[in-house]
């Protein structure tokens, strides 16, 4: 039963099961004690320490573990806001940073402070100029993520630091996604992580602060985790986090070469195997295990539905999969299809079989979900050369991908050079008409408010 | 090798072993995916949820899983004082919270919040009628822990519940040293739990949130744990952690009456076995398995380090043993002896000839390091009747319990009705001069600044 969707959570690795099991017993004592439990407690997570900073290429003073990587994320942007309050209370972030990012900064924006989000490319990348142009005089933080966790992408780490190096202000890196593969390069100041991203527990987040950065612990604190983390140490899973993440680092180079040749696999066969399919994210500089696709016509709850009968296991930004009904922050930020979106994140260790058999099994799935949904088959049918110039269709109220598959219906009933609006509320038509039209060759002509929803106009091309 | 400091942490329970072993494997993914591990965590996190509210005594929905006991207690006070932000910033606590709890409050007060900090007896239990004095028109929030941390004392919650139900105050119950014994009752509003502490694994604690209870969770939030705690959850020790309660509930009534019993023993042989020792706390109203005393003319750390090398893991309030050279909040507002302070606290399960033991090597201990600290044996010496009225003592850079043995060696040096002075600057001074004369018979004067630290007056009545 294979899992795809180790960017989400991966499977506990062998190496922090023995770990976890290892330290049950010599590490459920309070480490700030004096008596002998208290001592072999501290022991094991000064041990762990040394090895995780040495995974995240920091002294093992400047590392505090955190209940979760979330945790991490906002310890790491409060307490470095708060550092440096006097310098000013802006902050810059990436639009298509993890919700733990993008919730901190909306937090910041209600508290008072202001915030700038740099925009991304198609790939999902920020420019570094772009980047250092958001720096100000006032600007207390900047975040940027390693590698995005929903199209891979590696952001410019290393352009960015020097950058914020320059203007002097710290770089926070949310390293969730690619601590596993390797360090993060470049100068950053803060950097956060999660350990079941990589094979660990839940339950532990990583938070390096360099030394010489300001930061200011927000909220009641106490003397655990250098001030930076209250509450009570997980010292079990801390120590198998550490050893998870020395295990995986030990088999990155070999499997990184190998699941790189399997995304690549899947990212040239998807688009032969399906009609009407977008790959998403950098071809290239990505992570080597992640690669994600957006399908027309299809619905991704109906879509993550067969594929999860057909014993595969992966995720979707698909606005009908999550409970806000509209489509994940990335895919927007992006402006590609969010329609039929499909992330695939391969684990360590994913056999090249169970790929194969995805790419087998994912036609007739998203076959099966277009002929259900009435979705128009192959190209947009032949121009009417009789029919109204003009042409409605009232999509108010229908969601994803119903706007999109009675827009590539009603195509056909203008002739070139017609257009065609579609009234629609649904969120994701915003994304998913002009997506439509750059995939068809069509013509976006913009959107407008309409009575209700939002008319979006198409003109016929070909 | 005698543990006896479960109310740090008590050791993991052989029911959490095997729950978090079970679910390792089916507790890793995502609860809020679809697929089928996703499924599977969600059923494990449900199950769990049900049987930990239950020992709660709550619903279900009304509990939220955190990364740790104090997370909880931080979440719970300012998601409370935020819900209640226009009824106005009063926080109302006792005394002897754990840090959590006062630590949260000092932030509110640096927030611009304001604080009372009701007083507690020498036993250290509130007056419920001191505390519905406290409750005022602008009380957003009152905190009450459940039973003492450092003493053992049982609080009297149900009617303090009931002082802030009428006042239409909402109660925070830190429940922490007494959920394995029972649920709380009385009509709380918001329970907070650490796991760590019955049994269970680091890294769970429990916030519990009646519904009805205006409640506004502070900062960046997720869709996790109804919004009430960000972070990914730690399914496999939350899932330890519930069969934990139940296990440790299901033990609670037979274990409870035997550890009384050992405690109890303790409790009326220590004094016995060691002069000089005063026994702190509720003699009745105390949780079964914890017993705190206070030995004249010994500090705290060598006290330890001495019961440690007899493999007697104990924990301490002394001063001497904490870094901030106070001694513990909790003796202070008891105003008890602080100097050779020594928490026992019975994990289950403690075998009576542990305890016997205990009993048997601590005079020598305490005898062995009076005898290095050149303690004065046995009662103050005779009265000089040729002696001066008066005599100082000068104990500036001295720490405890240096001052207060030399002014055990001075008394002897004036006659009866004249008044030794001690100069000291050490905090634990201001509490165990006036414990001294308190357990010696001899009247304390009080205490004014001196040129360099405090004078402490003392006069001699026998």
Same mark, same amino acid.
């Given at each position: ?10 499977? &506990? %690795?062998? *190496? ?21 439990? #208290?001592?072999?407690?501290? +022991? ?18 400047? !590392?505090?573990?955190? /209940? ?18 006097? *310098?000013?209370?802006? &902050? ?61 992408? !590696? ?17 926070? *890196? ?31 987040? !990583? +938070? ?22 209250? #509450? ?51 071809? *290239? ?18 879509? +993550? ?23 994940? %922050?990335? !895919? ?15 684990? &360590? ?12 099994? &994912? ?77 068809? /060759?069509?013509?976006?002509? /913009? ?16």
């Amino acid at each position: 039963m294979p899992y795809f969707d180790a960017a989400s959570s991966a499977p &506990l %690795h062998p *190496v922090a099961r023995q770990a976890l099991q290892a330290s049950l017993d010599e590490g459920w004592a309070d480490p700030a004690r004096l008596y002998r439990e #208290g001592r072999r407690a501290r +022991l094991l997570l000064d041990a762990a320490r040394e090895a995780a900073a040495e995974a995240v290429g920091c002294r093992p003073d400047e !590392l505090s573990f955190t /209940g979760s990587g979330t945790r991490a994320v906002h310890l790491g942007i409060y307490g470095s806001l708060s550092g440096r309050r006097r *310098v000013g209370r802006h &902050l810059v972030v990436s639009a298509v940073e993890h919700s733990s990012v993008l919730h901190s900064a909306a937090s910041h924006e209600s508290d008072g402070g202001s915030v700038t989000r740099v925009a991304v490319d198609r790939t999902g990348r920020v420019s570094p100029d772009a980047y250092a142009e958001a720096l100000r005089g006032d600007t207390a933080l900047a975040c940027l993520q390693s590698a995005n966790h929903e199209v891979g992408t !590696l952001q410019p780490v290393a352009e960015v630091a020097e950058a914020c190096r320059a203007a002097g202000v710290p770089l926070l *890196v949310d390293a969730a996604q690619s601590l596993a593969w390797g360090p993060v390069e470049g100068a950053w100041s803060i950097l956060a992580a999660s350990a079941h991203k990589w094979g660990g527990p839940a339950g532990v987040g !990583l +938070l390096a602060v360099r030394k010489g950065v300001r930061f200011a612990p927000q909220g009641p604190v106490d003397e655990r985790e250098s001030g930076r983390a209250p #509450g009570f140490e997980n010292i079990p899973a801390i120590v198998a986090a550490a050893a998870a993440l020395r295990a995986v680092r030990a088999e990155a180079a070999a499997e990184s070469v190998r699941l790189r040749a399997l995304v690549e696999r899947i990212r040239a066969r998807v688009g032969e195997l399906v009609p009407d399919v977008e790959v998403v994210g950098d071809p *290239v500089r990505r992570l080597p295990h992640l690669v994600t696709f957006s399908c027309l016509y299809v619905d991704g709850e109906s879509l +993550l539905h067969e594929l999860d009968r057909a014993e595969f296991s992966v995720s979707s930004g698909s606005s009908c999969t999550s409970s806000t009904l509209t489509p994940s %922050h990335v !895919l927007r930020a992006m402006g590609v299809l969010s329609e039929g979106n499909v992330r695939v994140s391969l684990p &360590l260790g994913t056999a090249e079989r169970d790929v194969e058999r995805f790419l087998e099994v &994912l036609p007739g799935v998203v076959a099966s979900v277009r002929a259900r949904l009435g979705a128009p088959a192959g190209a947009s049918g032949a121009a009417d050369p009789a029919g109204a110039e003009e042409f409605t269709v009232d999509s108010l109220g229908r969601l994803c991908p119903i706007p999109v598959i009675e827009l590539a219906k009603a195509i056909g009933r203008v002739p070139v050079g017609g257009v065609v609006t579609v009234l629609a509320d649904d969120e994701a038509a915003r994304l998913d008409i002009p997506a439509w039209c750059e995939m068809r /060759g069509q013509e976006y002509l /913009g959107e407008h408010p309409a009575e209700r929803g939002v008319a979006y106009r198409v003109r016929r091309t070909g």
